[in-house]
């Protein structure tokens, strides 16, 4: 039988013990009441519809049987820690997921919680003012990687903020669509195709947040007026930060380190890139599709195969004011003024002939190669167009570079 306390605001807290309901207790709670289900294992699929909070006690397990969604919240200022919740359907028909947040169910919390053996951890649709926080999401692994679902998909939100969750062993970790003024701070994406996918969201933040070990990093598509502060990707087999058709938008103090590309860049236009750190990746940055008009100020190219792989029919200036670092720069600097006396280009002649043909990599050292590149120094009309640093560092800005050297993707190598 179910148990219960009288609070001093008139809510009640309902205690579920092994072997009863929690779905009788939610059908039972008035608005504003508290669930809090004891540690013990409960098949159910929940409903609720009006707002409480559930909470577990010592971390009970709601099972949804390998069908539907364990909990679909269908009221607004529903709160739920503390559980974990686990086994929902395998549809990605009907969208199953461990928490199906419904339309209009605006305020819902979901903190310190753990998502087992769901398909889509937790799926927010026209829900506004989320805050999901704190919880390890783990998907359906045995799955093909377009068979899982997402680890939390977003559409058609705004001000959700997705804060210290550890995600992986899913399609995307994070799904990102029609989502607008939302905060992604300090998440641990790791494990899956991409660490986020981002389409069509405008005015959001992405802060703090570490992605290794998936196909790409950052994905971001589609996208204005975005922060991408501090974050590091790293590991990734493909990229470790995509900017694609992205305009308006900062790309600072971020760690891109052993992935196959640092940063694609493809449509971009109106964006700042400073402070980053672009090391030991086999490509720095792959810059093609009028990828222009973009200020590129204060970053660190270290130990990249190519520093720059740059498709474009003119010439690309990057550091106007202060300049980058790039660690393959050969030039002087008499005056001391720590930027290279003559200007660095990222690509001749020569890096072009190996895009083109990978194995003449194999005669880089021969010196019928070296006269090659030195004739195209020689005479411009042989030159490539390239990216121009007129002003290059001579040192790193960020001399803390050295840890973030070998972590590649395993045999990627």
Request: aromatic fraction near 8%; proline fraction near 4%; charge should be neutral.
């Amino acid at each position: 039988m179910l148990a219960t306390l009288a609070l001093p605001a008139a809510a009640t807290v309902w205690r579920v013990k092994a072997g009863e309901s929690i779905q009788a207790a939610i059908d039972r709670a008035a608005p504003g009441d508290t669930i809090e289900v004891e540690r013990a294992r409960y098949v159910e699929n929940l409903l609720i519809t009006r707002p409480l909070t559930l909470r577990g006690i010592d971390r009970p397990t709601i099972s949804g049987g390998l069908r539907g969604d364990t909990i679909r919240i269908k009221a607004e200022n529903v709160t739920i820690e503390g559980l974990i919740i686990a086994d929902s359907g395998a549809s990605l028909r009907e969208q199953n997921a461990g928490i199906y947040v419904w339309p209009g169910s605006h305020h819902a919390v979901v903190r310190n919680c753990d998502f087992a053996y769901t398909l889509f951890g937790l799926w927010i649709e026209q829900s506004n003012d989320v805050l999901i926080e704190g919880n390890l999401i783990t998907g359906k692994r045995e799955l093909q990687s377009s068979q899982r679902g997402n680890g939390i998909q977003l559409y058609n939100t705004r001000r959700a903020r997705i804060i210290g969750n550890n995600i992986s062993f899913v399609r995307d970790a994070l799904y990102v669509d029609v989502s607008h003024d939302a905060q992604f701070r300090d998440n641990r994406l790791h494990h899956s195709r991409y660490g986020t996918h981002y389409m069509n969201a405008y005015d959001n933040v992405w802060e703090g947040n570490d992605s290794w070990m998936n196909r790409g990093g950052l994905a971001l598509m589609e996208v204005r007026r975005l922060t991408v502060r501090n974050n590091r990707a790293w590991a990734n087999s493909d990229h470790g930060i995509m900017l694609r058709t992205i305009q308006d938008s900062l790309i600072e103090n971020n760690v891109v380190a052993g992935n196959q590309r640092g940063f694609f860049i493809y449509d971009a236009e109106y964006n700042e890139l400073r402070g980053n750190r672009v090391i030991d990746n086999r490509v720095g940055i792959h810059l093609w599709a009028g990828s222009k008009n973009n200020k590129v100020e204060g970053n660190d190219f270290i130990a990249n195969r190519e520093q720059v792989r740059y498709v474009g029919a003119r010439d690309m200036v990057w550091g106007e004011k202060e300049g980058n670092y790039w660690s393959n720069y050969l030039g002087w600097d008499r005056d001391g003024d720590g930027a290279g006396d003559v200007q660095y280009e990222a690509n001749d002649m020569v890096d072009r002939l190996s895009w083109r043909h990978p194995m003449m990599k194999l005669l880089l050292a021969s010196p019928a190669v070296q006269t090659l590149r030195l004739v195209g120094q020689q005479f411009p009309l042989l030159r490539a167009p390239s990216i121009v640093d007129p002003k290059p560092r001579m040192q790193p800005h960020n001399p803390d570079w050295s840890p973030w050297r070998g972590r590649y993707f395993p045999r990627s190598e």
